[in-house]
T-cell receptor, first 116, second 113 residues
Framework: ETGVTQTPRHLVMGMTNKKSLKCEQHLGHNAMYWYKQSAKKPLELMFVYSLEERVENNSVPSRFSPECPNSSHLFLHLHTLQPEDSALYLCASSQGRPGGNTGELFFGEGSRLTVL | AQSVTQPDIHITVSEGASLELRCNYSYGATPYLFWYVQSPGQGLQLLLKYFSGDTLVQGIKGFEAEFKRSQSSFNLRKPSVHWSDAAEYFC???????????FGSGTQLTVLP
């Protein structure tokens, strides 16, 4: 069982659909992250949860709504997305914040989202 | 302003040749620096990190990186590249009081047989 698992791996949705991405970490970490990876652009940090509390929200449009019900699970709820939201969405976890005790993020394999 | 710059979008080397991937950062204090690798269809994996101390850092898979404060650089090196090293490589820095991890735009490595 891998450390950070993301489902689904691929998702195609229309602009009026509502869908969710799921992330689960089996590493006992206390912080979880959503990143957006678009072609030709640096990874963009979207949200950070530490001890189930959202600690960062980097000006992400409200059509993206995160949820962290416990320290092992993280969701990204998607609603009325735009074609430019098509990207690879990466979930990560860490023990403490980056630059803390380990400084390492453990990434899932990502969910490839296509918005038609 | 971008905090991390990877000047090379794409690099091609022959198997067995040496490799150097460049990374420059713009940050007043000494940042925490990282190199990650992303193989096709995979997430990112940490290769190595620098927090303080010895400026030459050893990582996994035979990679090393050297922190040079005077040049604001943290270049990744490997003396002999293997075909399995073909992937995209990301330099990252932790900056600011919010301790946000910021990634460079990545360097795609192609390895020729």
């Amino acid at each position: 069982e891998t450390g950070v698992t993301q489902t689904p791996r691929h998702l195609v949705m229309g602009m009026t659909n509502k869908k969710s991405l799921k992330c689960e970490q089996h590493l006992g970490h206390n912080a979880m992250y959503w990143y957006k990876q678009s072609a030709k652009k640096p990874l963009e940090l979207m949200f950070v949860y530490s001890l189930e509390e959202r600690v960062e929200n980097n000006s992400v449009p409200s059509r993206f709504s995160p949820e962290c019900p416990n320290s092992s699970h993280l969701f990204l709820h998607l609603h009325t997305l735009q074609p430019e939201d098509s990207a690879l969405y990466l979930c990560a976890s860490s023990q403490g914040r980056p630059g803390g005790n380990t400084g390492e993020l453990f990434f899932g394999e990502g969910s490839r989202l296509t918005v038609l | 302003a971008q905090s991390v710059t990877q000047p090379d979008i794409h690099i091609t080397v022959s198997e067995g040749a040496s490799l150097e991937l460049r990374c420059n950062y713009s940050y007043g204090a000494t940042p925490y620096l990282f190199w990650y690798v992303q193989s096709p269809g995979q997430g990112l994996q940490l290769l190595l990190k620098y927090f303080s101390g010895d400026t030459l850092v050893q990582g996994i898979k035979g990679f090393e990186a050297e922190f040079k404060r005077s040049q604001s650089s943290f270049n990744l090196r490997k003396p002999s590249v293997h075909w399995s090293d073909a992937a995209e490589y990301f330099c990252a820095v932790v900056r600011g009081s919010a301790r946000q991890l910021t990634f460079g735009s990545g360097t795609q490595l192609t390895v020729l047989p």
